[in-house]
């Protein structure tokens, strides 16, 4: 039998009270080596404002026994008609060395108003076991490797839905861009330049354009939308010529007239002086820019679709 000393300072007055608590904190029929158990005490009817000094069981003395966790109070009940309160106070420890044990008393000073004493609890017995080896039967065994197991198509069917969800996933993506590039490819097909010249045109209508500071973008709308239809249509590098030389290479059209080419020289002419010698055109002018304008693009495309009918004649 192993007998555990713990010493703790007696003050006044020794009142036994009972029992000390012991409980088994794992669920089994005897305690093991390395089994924790709460050992303590428990106290009904305290009165409020009492005080204790416990016992210090943090140096053991002992390497067969081991503090696990200090002391922790709980109160169990209050009671507010009498103002007093149950307590249970207890610590963990745990026994490394098989035995039979015979704890120390519980220990506890207490101090109410003026009146300190001393409540003591009996200890408690334990015995500590190891697990009994047969050693007639026991065979040693060498440490085996780890137990590989045969991979199931229940286990694998996970990645192959996986597989093919991603497969999927794939070909619908690679199916949408085709779409979306075979759509910027339809919308790249050109319009007629007659068409596209007089949608632009259609922008520049209206007397909001006339204003002095607005005149310069009026007139580059203008001339730039009708400089882009004259290279589609006549084959001229009109956008990098200045108005000299783009009407000295339209002189010649026979598709344009004389009054349509005179009209639209003109038209360039001023519209030169509106961007670059900060001339302000006059409002009754102004009002035939547009439609000067788009009556060169029709008159030139009617007269290509005139001479296509005369060839599809032929």
Same mark, same amino acid.
């Given at each position: 039998?192993?007998?555990?000393?713990?010493?703790?300072?007696?003050? +006044?007055?020794? !009142?036994p009270? #009972?029992?000390? *608590?012991?409980?088994?904190?794992q669920?089994?029929?005897?305690? =093991?080596v390395?089994?924790?158990?709460?050992?303590?005490?428990?106290?009904?009817g305290?009165?409020?404002?009492?005080?204790?000094?416990?016992p210090?069981?943090?140096?053991?003395?002992?390497?067969?026994?081991?503090?696990?966790?200090?002391?922790?109070?709980?109160?169990?009940?209050i009671?507010?008609?009498?103002?007093?309160?149950?307590?249970?106070?207890t610590?963990?420890?745990?026994?490394?060395?098989?035995?039979?044990?015979?704890?120390?008393?519980?220990?506890v000073?207490?101090?109410?108003?003026e009146?300190?004493?001393?409540?003591?609890?009996?200890?408690?017995?334990l015995?500590?076991?190891t697990?009994?080896?047969?050693?007639?039967?026991?065979?040693?065994h060498?440490?085996?490797?780890q137990?590989?197991?045969p991979?199931?198509?229940?286990?694998? +069917?996970?990645? !192959?839905?996986? #597989?093919?969800? *991603?497969?999927?996933?794939?070909?619908?993506?690679?199916?949408? =861009?085709?779409?979306?590039?075979?759509?910027?490819?339809?919308?790249?097909?050109?319009?007629?330049?007659?068409?596209?010249?007089?949608?632009?045109?259609?922008?520049?209508?209206?007397?909001?354009f006339?204003a002095?500071?607005?005149?310069?973008?009026?007139?580059?709308g203008?001339?730039?939308?009708l400089?882009?239809?004259?290279e589609?249509?006549?084959?001229?590098?009109?956008?990098?010529?200045t108005?000299?030389?783009?009407?000295?290479?339209?002189?010649?059209?026979?598709?344009?007239?004389?009054?349509?080419?005179?009209?639209?020289?003109?038209?360039?002419?001023i519209?030169?002086f509106v961007?670059f010698?900060?001339?302000?055109?006059?409002?009754?002018?102004?009002?035939?820019v547009?439609?000067?304008?788009?009556r060169?693009?029709?008159d030139?495309?009617?007269?290509?679709?005139?001479?296509?009918?005369k060839?599809?004649?032929?």
């Amino acid at each position: 039998m192993k007998l555990l000393a713990i010493i703790l300072t007696v003050l +006044l007055d020794v !009142i036994p009270k #009972g029992p000390a *608590l012991l409980n088994q904190l794992q669920q089994r029929d005897s305690i =093991l080596v390395a089994d924790q158990v709460e050992y303590g005490f428990e106290m009904k009817g305290v009165k409020a404002g009492t005080v204790f000094g416990l016992p210090d069981y943090s140096k053991t003395g002992s390497e067969d026994l081991v503090l696990v966790k200090n002391w922790q109070l709980d109160t169990t009940n209050i009671y507010l008609r009498t103002m007093t309160y149950d307590l249970k106070g207890t610590v963990t420890l745990a026994f490394f060395q098989e035995g039979e044990y015979q704890l120390n008393p519980v220990m506890v000073a207490r101090k109410v108003g003026e009146q300190v004493d001393t409540l003591v609890f009996t200890g408690a017995k334990l015995e500590v076991k190891t697990m009994p080896v047969d050693t007639t039967t026991y065979v040693p065994h060498d440490i085996k490797d780890q137990i590989r197991y045969p991979v199931t198509f229940k286990e694998i +069917l996970p990645w !192959i839905a996986g #597989g093919l969800l *991603l497969a999927g996933l794939i070909a619908a993506l690679v199916w949408w =861009l085709g779409k979306r590039s075979r759509e910027k490819e339809a919308a790249k097909v050109k319009e007629p330049a007659h068409i596209t010249a007089l949608r632009n045109l259609d922008k520049y209508r209206g007397e909001k354009f006339w204003a002095p500071e607005k005149q310069k973008a009026f007139y580059s709308g203008v001339t730039d939308t009708l400089k882009s239809y004259m290279e589609a249509r006549f084959g001229v590098d009109a956008p990098e010529m200045t108005t000299a030389e783009v009407f000295d290479a339209l002189k010649n059209e026979k598709d344009i007239t004389p009054e349509v080419y005179e009209n639209t020289k003109e038209l360039f002419e001023i519209a030169d002086f509106v961007k670059f010698a900060k001339h302000s055109a006059p409002d009754d002018y102004n009002a035939k820019v547009v439609p000067t304008a788009v009556r060169f693009v029709t008159d030139t495309y009617h007269a290509m679709l005139e001479e296509e009918q005369k060839g599809d004649v032929l």
